[in-house]
Each structure stands twice: as structure tokens, then as C-alpha cells.
């Protein structure tokens, strides 16, 4: 359970230059397992993950402004930090993470 003053963190492994935007599937990195965020924009001065931040927020069904880099600004590998999650947010990404084949 969350609550509204503890940011939910969330790991990710970022696809740049995909051919289509989709969130959905597993990758067990550095941070555990990671939900993938495949992205059309190209890993250059931070398009790819201005464009997973922007695609993570989507998926979660929360305001792009809500969602921040923590960490890996340089790697595929990301934390994001989820400000004020609601309850109903860790189950929405485990089904993400875990209930899609990737």
C-alpha cells in the first residue's frame, strides 16, 4: 500500500528507437525486475527518455508532471519517481511489468 506522501519508484529498461510507443513487459536489470518502455525517439540528449517518462506517465494514467527522472539519465536502464501515488498504482504497473509478453 502507498500513500500519498511516499513517491512510488519505478524501474525501467528503455527501447529507443522502436518502431511504434509501448509499455508492457519485463526486464530483470540492474534495479530488479523493470517494466520495458519501447519508444520511437532516438538516444540523444535525452529525447528517448524525456519520451519513456512521458509514455510511463500514459500508461500509469497520471500527469507527465508527476512523473521524474531519479536515475540513469545516461543508461537504459532508469528509476522514475512517481509523486503522489494513488493505491490503485502498484498493481496497474505490476500488470504492465508482468501481465504482458514482450
Do not use: I, N
Not at 33 to 43: F, T
Not at 68 to 74: D, M, P, Y
Request: charged share 30%; aromatic share 2%; no cysteine.
Amino acid at each position: 500500500m502507498t500513500t500519498a506522501d511516499t513517491p512510488l519508484t519505478v524501474a525501467v529498461r528503455v527501447k529507443p528507437g522502436a518502431a511504434r510507443a509501448r509499455v508492457g513487459g519485463r526486464f530483470d536489470g540492474p534495479y530488479g525486475p523493470a517494466v520495458v518502455v519501447a519508444v520511437h525517439a532516438p538516444a540523444v540528449d535525452g529525447r528517448a527518455t524525456e519520451a519513456a517518462r512521458r509514455a510511463l506517465a500514459d500508461a500509469l494514467g497520471v500527469r507527465p508532471a508527476v512523473v521524474s527522472l531519479r536515475s540513469g539519465a545516461a543508461s537504459r536502464d532508469k528509476l522514475f519517481l512517481v509523486e503522489r501515488p494513488d493505491d490503485r498504482l502498484p498493481e496497474v504497473l505490476r500488470r504492465l511489468r508482468d501481465g504482458s509478453a514482450e
